[in-house]
């Protein structure tokens, strides 16, 4: 029997690429005649556009260009009547201005340095207006967002009466995504009806499908390419303005256009995780069961969309508690529009939630641990059904004895080592298993070798070394003659990637068309091949890359070959099923930190982290293990450092750059460890795998202020946690 | 549009001091002539290149990769915007554009710089290794080996720039024990987080002892 390629530890397929630099991302592209962009953006934060003077611009050397909403082409989807008044920012639209950094210009040269400076020459006048950038300051304008309704399960407020009970407020700044790769896209008209770029995304048929709605153009007349992007966390999910006004520039010039959006702007254009407030009341008995949990959030938005995540959503599934209440509020701020971060709503949710239980489990006297395993839930307290598979109680017990639980003391401040204070701390994520729609086509040919094809992305995790791990189980033929091709508008349709569900839905695709493929093969040896004639193709057994039946044996090559067939290609879809509605599906993590906090200067130094995933089957350990210790990374860094600073008099950031915007460095980050559950989940697709991406992160903030907590005694609720909040 | 220098970038030698010289004499002179040009005449746009060529740029040689380069450059243009806009070497990469993340790191004089940090006039007559020379043919360095062997990436778009300082911080004898490698690759930032990884890939290069 041939050794399973899923599980094992295999190399990444494009490593070799990604080492020598060879990978190419979409601002290394240079199409014959490239121009180069730089945008203008407002110093205002609300008001008006009164003037733009360009002509100082336009005399500098090599300029060929400056487009604003005085001279933009029109935008065939910013005219359709839409009912919904916030519509997004329509980019040189209009002069109206909602957010400091939003881009009002474009100008475009013919060197990157003629264009950058060019952009300084632009003088704009505006029509100031009162801005409002404070979350905290802006409460009173929250509403509450039509398909977002208040949500209840038994009594509302239940906690108040409970035995043992508390209530905090817990809140999170802006963090941006922040991903190494500056946005930005390369966009070519190659004739007025037919667009070329190449983007910066999370999904390149939603980057087809957008441009289709905006410019009303036949879907195969945009081309989108994004075969490597540099990081993505979330805020390539959808199209931005910048990038619109790249594609009117270009279309302006007639040449391709590059736009590559500097580090400030990468603050200002492109989302980032809103700022939330949270209220968690929670009450339990006197022996830890719980019974009422009440949570609300209000979080920014833009006055121009109303961007909603699942912040409160953990609290109404995660434990056993009869009584359940949650509110969900948006406030809009002179700011661009969020999108979602890694881990996103939920991990800002799960902050409040798990530092919530650890509050409670103080107060009990209990360690919170102990009070987790007490109150979980067996089955889906939210969609009252069974879980497809849940090995949280195991997770816990990995964890608590890789971490060394017990040398934790029950009371906080107990432990010294080397003149620090030494905490521990835990936090469990959960995040929905979901699997989508996708196709994938499959290409054999007569050399024995297999490609492909799925118009799914890759921001990092390794999707195509896993789908080749697929692909080979599913045929037998040998990983390193199988190739998995994404990032192109022209491949078969398949989803964003997003909300950790890339191998569950593309690998399901994935492992179909292989099954599609032997079908054929089947077909073809049974209509033309003596020794398979007396066969029906599914009798026919398919074993490393060969057709068997009894002693007779074909290769697949021998049999295109034998056909005169110099390939065989076949598609197909695969979606999920009933089953979705039979079972609750989602992933599990369970994060524990060791920490020391130095009492004098308040600084915390992570000694120790072991993140479990119940993840379902671990495709690729290799891979998978790196997208564990990514999200332990980048949650460090929402513990401990990131926070976007607004001067609130201007509502501009102050912090707009990797110097003063901290994300973890190498010498911030401590060893991890990652352990995997990694027991097939039998229900949700045929691999059995859930997803990872987002149980990475969720939740893990909370488990280091908790051990800062248990370390110090004191209870940080408002991230980061930086030395002032424990001096 | 003709940004891109056209100077065949195997042309051996460069000029000697005189040679330039002579030019920056001949483009002061025709700065001269063209600040006494009636404006109109010096904004016309087809005018650019000419006067650009004569007004902006500046003659400067190096090697890069083991290549003799003889090139023109306007002195504002970084090191890392010549390599990728200019010379088409887009491995090193551009993060930040000031010098805080590490992704254009390349080696100049075997020294690790940033090199959004320099000027491409600068580098008169230094020696330039990038992601693309740091592999002889189809072998690859040990330290490029060790990345894939230890997954020391995800998104691969810090991988240039931590391969080209983790080959410094070895020559260096930075790459001591992991506390040490921690401390020096922290000018390099990683947001996918592969630190744990980079940092097992130095050590592997390290132990197996190596000529980098």
């Given at each position: 029997?041939?050794?399973?390629?899923?599980?094992?530890?295999?190399?990444?397929?494009?490593?070799?690429?990604?080492?020598?630099?060879?990978?190419?991302?979409?601002?290394?592209?240079?199409?014959?005649?490239?121009?180069?962009?730089?945008?203008?953006?407002?110093?205002?934060?609300?008001?008006?556009?009164?003037?733009?003077?360009?002509?100082?611009?336009?005399?500098?050397?090599?300029?060929?260009?400056?487009?604003?909403?005085?001279?933009?082409?029109?935008?065939?989807?910013?005219?359709?009547?839409?009912?919904?008044?916030?519509?997004?920012?329509?980019?040189?639209?209009?002069?109206?201005?909602?957010?400091?950094?939003?881009?009002?210009?474009?100008?475009?040269?013919?060197?990157?340095?003629?264009?950058?400076?060019?952009?300084?020459?632009?003088?704009?006048?505006?029509?100031?207006?009162?801005?409002?950038?404070?979350?905290?300051?802006?409460?009173?304008?929250?509403?509450?967002?039509?398909?977002?309704?208040?949500?209840?399960?038994?009594?509302?407020?239940?906690?108040?009466?409970?035995?043992?009970?508390?209530?905090?407020?817990?809140?999170?700044?802006?963090?941006?995504?922040?991903?190494?790769?500056?946005?930005?896209?390369?966009?070519?008209?190659?004739?007025?009806?037919?667009?070329?770029?190449?983007?910066?995304?999370?999904?390149?048929?939603?980057?087809?499908?957008?441009?289709?709605?905006?410019?009303?153009?036949?879907?195969?007349?945009?081309?989108?390419?994004?075969q490597f992007v540099g990081g993505a966390f979330g805020m390539a999910l959808r199209i931005w303005p910048m990038e619109i006004a790249t594609i009117l520039a270009a279309k302006k010039a007639g040449k391709p256009v590059k736009l590559v959006i500097n580090r400030k702007?990468?603050?200002?254009?492109?989302?980032?995780?809103?700022?939330?407030?949270?209220?968690?009341?929670?009450?339990?008995?006197?022996?830890?069961?719980?019974?009422?949990?009440?949570?609300?959030?209000?979080?920014?938005?833009?006055?121009?969309?109303?961007?909603?995540?699942?912040?409160?959503?953990?609290?109404?599934?995660?434990?056993?508690?009869?009584?359940?209440?949650?509110?969900?509020?948006?406030?809009?701020?002179?700011?661009?529009?969020?999108?979602?971060?890694?881990?996103?709503?939920?991990?800002?949710?799960?902050?409040?939630?798990?530092?919530a239980i650890d509050e409670l489990a103080h107060k009990l006297n209990m360690d919170p641990l102990q009070l987790r395993i007490l109150n979980h839930a067996d089955t889906d307290p939210d969609k009252n059904l069974p879980y497809s598979s849940k090995y949280l109680k195991?997770?816990?017990?990995?964890?608590?004895?890789?971490?060394?639980?017990?040398?934790?003391?029950?009371?906080?401040?107990?432990?010294?080592?080397?003149?620090?204070?030494?905490?521990?701390?835990?936090?469990?994520?959960?995040?929905?298993?979901?699997?989508?729609?996708?196709?994938?086509?499959?290409?054999?040919?007569?050399?024995?070798?297999?490609?492909?094809?799925?118009?799914?992305?890759?921001?990092?995790?390794?999707?195509?070394?896993?789908?080749?791990?697929?692909?080979?189980?599913?045929?037998?033929?040998?990983?390193?003659?199988?190739?998995?091709?994404?990032?192109?508008?022209?491949?078969?349709?398949?989803?964003?990637?997003?909300?950790?569900?890339?191998?569950?839905?593309?690998?399901?695709?994935v492992n179909d068309v292989c099954r599609t493929l032997q079908q054929k093969l089947g077909e073809l040896a049974t209509a033309n091949i003596p020794a398979f004639k007396a066969l029906k193709p599914a009798d026919i057994q398919h074993e490393a890359g060969a057709l068997?039946?009894?002693?007779?044996?074909?290769?697949?090559?021998?049999?295109?070959?034998?056909?005169?067939?110099?390939?065989?290609?076949?598609?197909?879809?695969?979606?999920?099923?009933?089953?979705?509605?039979?079972?609750?599906?989602?992933?599990?993590?369970?994060?524990?930190?060791?920490?020391?906090?130095?009492?004098?200067?308040?600084?915390?130094?992570?000694?120790?982290?072991?993140?479990?995933?119940?993840?379902?089957?671990?495709?690729?350990?290799?891979?998978?293990?790196?997208?564990?210790?990514?999200?332990?990374?980048?949650?460090?860094?929402?513990?401990?450092?990131?926070?976007?600073?607004?001067?609130?008099?201007?509502?501009?950031?102050?912090?707009?750059?990797?110097?003063?915007?901290?994300?973890?460095?190498?010498?911030?980050?401590?060893?991890?460890?990652?352990?995997?559950?990694?027991?097939?989940?039998?229900?949700?697709?045929?691999?059995?795998?859930?997803?990872?991406?987002?149980?990475?992160?969720?939740?893990?903030?909370?488990?280091?202020?908790?051990?800062?907590?248990?370390?110090?005694?004191?209870?940080?609720?408002?991230?980061?946690?930086?030395?002032?909040?424990?001096? | 549009?003709?940004?891109?220098?056209?100077?065949?970038?195997?042309?051996?030698?460069?000029?000697?001091?005189?040679?330039?010289?002579?030019?920056?004499?001949?483009?002061?002179?025709?700065?001269?002539?063209?600040?006494?040009?009636?404006?109109?005449?010096?904004?016309?746009?087809?005018?650019?290149?000419?006067?650009?060529?004569?007004?902006?740029?500046?003659?400067?040689?190096?090697?890069?990769?083991?290549?003799?380069?003889?090139?023109?450059?306007?002195?504002?243009?970084?090191?890392?915007?010549?390599?990728?806009?200019?010379?088409?070497?887009?491995?090193?990469?551009?993060?930040?554009?000031?010098?805080?993340?590490?992704?254009?790191?390349?080696?100049?004089?075997?020294?690790?710089?940033?090199?959004?940090?320099?000027?491409?006039?600068?580098?008169?007559?230094?020696?330039?290794?990038?992601?693309?020379?740091?592999?002889?043919?189809?072998?690859?360095?040990?330290?490029?080996?060790?990345?894939?062997?230890?997954?020391?990436?995800?998104?691969?778009?810090?991988?240039?720039?931590?391969?080209?300082?983790?080959?410094?911080?070895?020559?260096?004898?930075?790459?001591?024990?992991?506390?040490?490698?921690?401390?020096?690759?922290?000018?390099?930032?990683?947001?996918?987080?592969?630190?744990?990884?980079?940092?097992?890939?130095?050590?592997?290069?390290?132990?197996?002892?190596?000529?980098?």
């Amino acid at each position: 029997m041939k050794k399973q390629a899923v599980g094992q530890s295999m190399d990444r397929v494009d490593g070799r690429l990604k080492v020598t630099g060879a990978a190419r991302y979409f601002a290394d592209h240079q199409p014959e005649g490239m121009l180069y962009a730089a945008l203008v953006c407002s110093t205002i934060s609300s008001g008006r556009i009164t003037a733009i003077d360009a002509a100082k611009a336009l005399r500098a050397p090599g300029v060929a260009d400056v487009v604003s909403h005085l001279n933009a082409p029109p935008v065939p989807g910013y005219q359709v009547e839409n009912p919904n008044p916030k519509q997004g920012l329509k980019i040189f639209h209009d002069d109206r201005i909602y957010s400091n950094g939003q881009p009002v210009a474009i100008v475009v040269a013919n060197t990157l340095e003629r264009a950058v400076y060019a952009a300084s020459l632009v003088k704009v006048s505006y029509a100031k207006e009162a801005h409002e950038t404070d979350l905290a300051a802006s409460m009173n304008k929250a509403f509450q967002v039509a398909k977002i309704k208040d949500y209840l399960r038994g009594e509302a407020d239940a906690w108040k009466k409970a035995p043992v009970n508390m209530e905090a407020e817990y809140n999170i700044p802006i963090e941006v995504h922040n991903p190494m790769e500056l946005a930005g896209m390369i966009a070519h008209w190659e004739a007025p009806d037919k667009l070329t770029v190449y983007a910066k995304t999370q999904g390149v048929k939603s980057v087809q499908q957008t441009l289709k709605t905006l410019f009303q153009l036949p879907e195969d007349h945009i081309t989108v390419h994004s075969q490597f992007v540099g990081g993505a966390f979330g805020m390539a999910l959808r199209i931005w303005p910048m990038e619109i006004a790249t594609i009117l520039a270009a279309k302006k010039a007639g040449k391709p256009v590059k736009l590559v959006i500097n580090r400030k702007e990468m603050f200002t254009l492109v989302g980032y995780r809103p700022a939330a407030t949270q209220r968690i009341g929670i009450g339990a008995t006197a022996d830890g069961k719980l019974t009422g949990i009440t949570h609300s959030a209000v979080a920014n938005t833009s006055p121009y969309e109303d961007f909603t995540e699942a912040i409160v959503n953990m609290s109404r599934m995660m434990y056993a508690c009869p009584n359940v209440n949650t509110r969900y509020q948006l406030v809009p701020l002179n700011l661009s529009t969020p999108v979602w971060m890694r881990g996103p709503g939920e991990a800002t949710g799960a902050f409040a939630l798990e530092s919530a239980i650890d509050e409670l489990a103080h107060k009990l006297n209990m360690d919170p641990l102990q009070l987790r395993i007490l109150n979980h839930a067996d089955t889906d307290p939210d969609k009252n059904l069974p879980y497809s598979s849940k090995y949280l109680k195991e997770a816990y017990d990995m964890g608590a004895a890789k971490i060394g639980w017990q040398q934790r003391r029950q009371t906080p401040r107990q432990l010294e080592e080397d003149g620090w204070l030494a905490g521990y701390g835990m936090s469990s994520g959960v995040f929905s298993a979901s699997r989508g729609k996708a196709t994938a086509s499959a290409t054999l040919r007569s050399d024995g070798s297999l490609i492909i094809r799925s118009a799914a992305a890759d921001i990092g995790p390794g999707t195509a070394t896993a789908m080749v791990q697929i692909a080979a189980d599913a045929t037998g033929i040998d990983v390193k003659k199988i190739k998995f091709l994404l990032g192109e508008s022209e491949y078969p349709e398949a989803p964003r990637q997003g909300g950790s569900s890339t191998v569950s839905t593309v690998g399901s695709a994935v492992n179909d068309v292989c099954r599609t493929l032997q079908q054929k093969l089947g077909e073809l040896a049974t209509a033309n091949i003596p020794a398979f004639k007396a066969l029906k193709p599914a009798d026919i057994q398919h074993e490393a890359g060969a057709l068997v039946s009894g002693t007779s044996r074909l290769d697949y090559a021998a049999l295109l070959q034998q056909q005169q067939l110099p390939e065989l290609v076949v598609a197909a879809t695969s979606q999920a099923g009933d089953e979705r509605k039979q079972y609750a599906m989602y992933s599990f993590s369970v994060h524990f930190a060791k920490v020391h906090v130095h009492p004098a200067t308040g600084v915390v130094r992570i000694k120790h982290i072991v993140s479990v995933a119940d993840s379902g089957t671990v495709v690729n350990t290799k891979t998978a293990r790196s997208q564990m210790i990514g999200g332990v990374v980048g949650g460090i860094g929402m513990a401990l450092t990131e926070e976007a600073l607004i001067d609130q008099r201007f509502g501009r950031y102050v912090n707009n750059n990797y110097a003063d915007y901290h994300v973890p460095v190498n010498a911030d980050t401590p060893p991890t460890d990652v352990l995997f559950i990694n027991k097939k989940d039998p229900v949700i697709n045929p691999m059995g795998a859930k997803g990872m991406g987002e149980i990475a992160l969720i939740g893990f903030a909370a488990a280091i202020s908790n051990a800062v907590f248990n370390a110090t005694g004191k209870r940080v609720r408002d991230l980061p946690i930086t030395p002032d909040k424990l001096i | 549009m003709s940004q891109a220098p056209k100077e065949n970038p195997t042309t051996p030698g460069k000029k000697d001091k005189h040679e330039a010289r002579r030019d920056f004499l001949k483009q002061s002179s025709a700065l001269m002539a063209l600040a006494l040009t009636p404006p109109l005449v010096v904004k016309a746009g087809e005018n650019d290149e000419a006067i650009a060529g004569l007004f902006e740029k500046m003659p400067v040689s190096m090697h890069i990769n083991g290549k003799a380069y003889q090139l023109s450059v306007e002195p504002r243009v970084t090191l890392l915007d010549l390599l990728r806009e200019q010379l088409a070497l887009t491995g090193t990469k551009k993060g930040c554009d000031h010098g805080q993340c590490g992704a254009c790191t390349v080696h100049v004089d075997g020294q690790r710089i940033n090199s959004c940090l320099t000027l491409a006039v600068m580098q008169e007559g230094k020696k330039i290794t990038t992601i693309e020379g740091l592999s002889q043919g189809d072998d690859l360095h040990p330290v490029q080996e060790a990345f894939i062997k230890h997954d020391g990436f995800q998104c691969g778009y810090c991988t240039p720039g931590q391969i080209m300082s983790a080959v410094a911080c070895i020559r260096e004898g930075h790459a001591g024990s992991p506390e040490e490698i921690r401390e020096f690759m922290s000018g390099n930032i990683c947001r996918c987080g592969a630190y744990d990884n980079i940092v097992a890939a130095i050590m592997d290069v390290k132990q197996g002892g190596h000529n980098v």
